[in-house]
């Protein structure tokens, strides 16, 4: 079946423009969850989604990131203001049930943000 | 607070030889810990995971990890390396809080 998609793959914005990247997560998932992977690094969680709430935003570096998932199914994160070091690539997963941590996490191919 | 760390962040081996990936992790309270492995331009795919019960689990591509909990290890195993184990591998470690935390990634390079 469909894994987890999201566009556009890449994405080049000059510093302070607004940028909204998509998910869209495996279909029937109740569990969606934001990342950004700088080069060199980890992935770094952002904002993980059960259903249409933001479960939990505490990853999310400051108030110029915002994600919404208004149906509970396709998410988008937005960054305003955007800044140079806003450059990463992020990633979104899935996960099959309300979340527990024990789930599988299915990765989308990301997308990469490079800000001019 | 919980942390992983990867030593070695580029770890070279001869096709057919061991593959070892070292994996510690920090943690108030029993965590469940993960690999990934991450091919150019893909997502992250699940290699292994373990939850509960046996400590030696057994992933996909004939990768296998043991969860030592004395020496707060996770590090991952294959007995030959093949030329398409080439890839970008990350330890994460997870709680109830649903918080993944990753390691910083250790490359694999399979010289032929």
């Not at chain 1, 950004?36 to 709430?53: A, K, M």
């Not at chain 1, 509970?72 to 990463?88: F, M, Y």
Request: aromatic share 12%.
């Amino acid at each position: 079946g469909a894994g987890v998609s999201q566009t556009p793959s890449n994405k080049v914005t000059e510093k302070g423009k607004y940028v909204e990247l998509r998910c869209d997560p495996i279909s029937g998932h109740t569990a969606l969850y934001w990342y950004r992977q700088s080069l060199g690094q980890g992935p770094e969680f952002l904002i993980y989604f059960q259903g249409t709430g933001a479960a939990d935003d505490s990853g999310l570096p400051n108030d110029r990131f915002f994600a919404v998932r208004p149906e509970g199914s396709v998410s988008t994160l937005k960054i305003q203001r955007t800044e140079r070091g806003d450059s990463a690539v992020y990633l979104c997963a899935s996960s099959p049930r309300l979340a527990f941590s024990y789930n599988e996490q299915f990765f989308g191919p990301g997308t990469r943000l490079t800000v001019l | 607070a919980q942390s992983v760390t990867q030593l070695g962040s580029h770890v070279s081996v001869s096709e057919g030889a061991l593959v070892l990936l070292r994996c510690n992790y920090s943690s108030s309270v029993p965590p469940y810990l993960f690999w990934y492995v991450q091919y150019p331009n893909q997502g992250l795919q699940l290699l292994l995971k373990y939850t509960t019960g046996a400590t030696l689990v057994k992933g996909i591509n004939g990768f296998e990890a043991e969860f030592k909990k004395s020496e707060t290890s996770f590090h991952l195993t294959k007995p030959s390396a093949h030329m398409s184990d080439a890839a970008e591998y990350f330890c994460a470690v997870s709680l109830a809080g649903n918080q993944f935390y990753f390691g910083t990634g250790t490359s694999l390079t399979v010289i032929p």
